[in-house]
RNA sequence: GGCCCCAUCGUCUAGCGGUUAGGACACCAGGUUUUCAUCCUGGCAACGGGGGUUCGACUCCCCCUGGGGUCACCA
């Protein structure tokens, strides 16, 4: 029986987050909160020439981003803490020496030059290379600064995975691997391994990446006299191309997907059914919703390729579901960004709710808005596009003239134009097209009657004359 | 190349020996509508190939093919 369930997200600080990471901290996330667990971040800082900086406070921001609680972790701290690696060197120091002692590990003396040649030589004989403690040369030179091997027991290496099941791997295919590095610091294989016991991680959930690894973890917590822990891995992320999700497919980094507008709400939707779903037809999936339901048995076992148009439209799905106010709240920065005066919350509203059907992403509003907020372009040929210029130019006086009565009483603007394209003996849409366009400056917009009362009868009326001065 | 894993519409997937192989995105057609969008209706579209096992295979086994992962003093 078991306690507690712990599971743990254990990034390296070399970047932004990546949104193939972020699956992976979801799917931990998820199954902690469905088994009422605990989800512990914890910083791998252990590659100091790949470490950047400002990378662990990016990782951070796009989990709280996103909303993954975290429970543990460097910020909010816990009973095993420290949570980044680099404060923890003298731990993995301390067990490495150690299993050097009980002669479960070696300091290794051979150069890389020696390593290569021996890499070599067993290519050209078509033969795994695997690292022996037979390889070290004769002489040892002395002192620390070399790095530690583990010694690769002979035998076999069984573990389970939950998602893809037993593996077996024969340790003869198994390097004597580096625990220690030169510069004192351990590797992820040792790091990893130690940790996850230390902290009581109770479940291993990663990328697909460390099944090959996963056998050395194994042979480092029988030697170290640990407990197993569970290990589930993720199938992959892949991009259109079926190659493993990177930069040259677009925006992986998570914080990318925050600027362009997705709400993270649709965003965990959109991940979590990437690889997992509950058995059912359901599509929308509000994320308490995902922390009940969510099962590992259900993950996938083949990598599943990133489908962009899917994400749009469930973003558009979730911005169709917000209210009018915090759509408002949420474009704003964006309208903003590019100039607009959006000082008049209620007009905003307004806007918003006119767009809400059409936004995909919080990104495109601007261009889709930019009429509500400046005098917009217009395109003399769209204006004349569906008849001639003389008779739109009649028409559009006409209009004007009705929308501009309409300033007292606007109840019936609608019926007005209605019976006006009447009497000239057009259809509707012949007529309310170049309205249109002498308005927003677009063919697509959203309803007519909105926009004009939205935009104000002056303003729309304004623009018409505008227009009927260009033909 | 060695080792390992995987395989249902273009994509995400349901299926767990007997189904008209279901849903979603995308796409196409129609309807609603002043345009776009939304919404509604319908359509197109898949079990990679070959052997077995079985009365019967998308489902089980083997081979092939294809795809992916991994082979660092990176994680």
Do not use: C
Not at 337 to 350: A, Q, R, W
Not at 360 to 381: G, N, Q, R, V
Not at 395 to 407: N, P
């Amino acid at each position: 029986m078991k306690g507690q369930i712990r599971v743990r997200f254990a990034p390296s600080p070399t970047g932004h987050l990546h949104i193939g990471s972020l699956r992976t901290a979801l799917f931990n996330y998820l199954f902690a909160k469905s088994h009422n667990g605990k989800f512990i971040l914890r910083i791998e800082d252990t590659d100091r020439d790949r470490l950047v900086p400002e990378a662990m406070g990016q990782i951070i921001e796009s989990l709280e981003w996103i909303g993954i609680e975290i429970d543990e972790g460097p910020k909010q701290n816990g009973k095993f803490g420290p949570y980044v690696q680099s404060e923890r060197v003298k731990i993995y120091q301390d067990i490495a020496r150690k299993l050097v002692e009980k002669k479960m590990a070696y300091y290794s003396h051979s150069s890389n030059g020696q390593l290569d040649n021996l890499r070599n030589q067993a290519i050209k004989a078509k033969k795994p290379f695997v690292y022996r403690q037979i390889f070290e040369p004769e002489t040892k030179p002395k002192g620390d600064n070399y790095p530690i091997r583990f010694k690769i027991p002979s035998g076999q290496t069984v573990w389970k995975d939950i998602i893809k099941g037993k593996f077996t791997t024969n340790n003869q295919v198994i390097d004597d691997f580096i625990i220690l590095k030169a510069d004192g610091f351990p590797t992820y294989n040792f790091a990893n391994v130690i940790d996850d016991h230390l902290m009581q991680v109770t479940h291993v959930i990663r990328g697909d990446e460390f099944v090959a690894s996963t056998a050395k973890h194994v042979l480092l917590y029988r030697a170290l006299g640990y407990n197993l822990p569970d290990f589930a891995h993720l199938p992959v992320i892949l991009g259109p191309d079926k190659a493993k999700l990177s930069k040259r497919h677009g925006a992986t980094a998570v914080l990318d997907y925050k600027l362009e507008g997705y709400l993270p709400s649709a965003l965990v939707n959109f991940l979590a059914l990437l690889g997992w779903n509950d058995g059912t037809d359901q599509e929308i999936y509000p994320k308490v919703e995902l922390e009940k339901k969510f099962k590992l048995s259900k993950v996938q076992k083949s990598p599943a390729v990133f489908d962009q148009t899917k994400l749009d439209w469930m973003n558009g799905e979730y911005i169709r579901m917000l209210d009018v106010k915090e759509l408002a709240r949420t474009i704003k920065p964006y309208l903003m960004e590019v100039g607009f005066n959006t000082s008049d919350d209620k007009y905003l509203e307004k806007v918003a709710g006119l767009d809400q059907e059409r936004l995909k992403k919080f990104s495109d509003a601007p261009i889709l808005m930019d009429f509500f907020f400046m005098e917009p372009e217009i395109d003399t040929k769209l204006l004349s596009a569906k008849d001639d210029s003389s008779k739109v130019k009649k028409w559009l006086i006409e209009a004007a003239k009705i929308i501009e009565k309409s300033s007292q009483n606007h109840d019936h603007l609608q019926d007005d134009l209605s019976d006006l394209a009447r009497h000239l003996g057009i259809k509707n849409g012949q007529l309310f097209y170049p309205i249109r366009i002498a308005i927003t400056g677009k063919t697509a917009a959203p309803g007519l009657f909105e926009t004009i009362l939205t935009l104000g009868i002056d303003k729309s009326v304004l623009r018409i004359k505008k227009a009927i001065s260009l033909l």
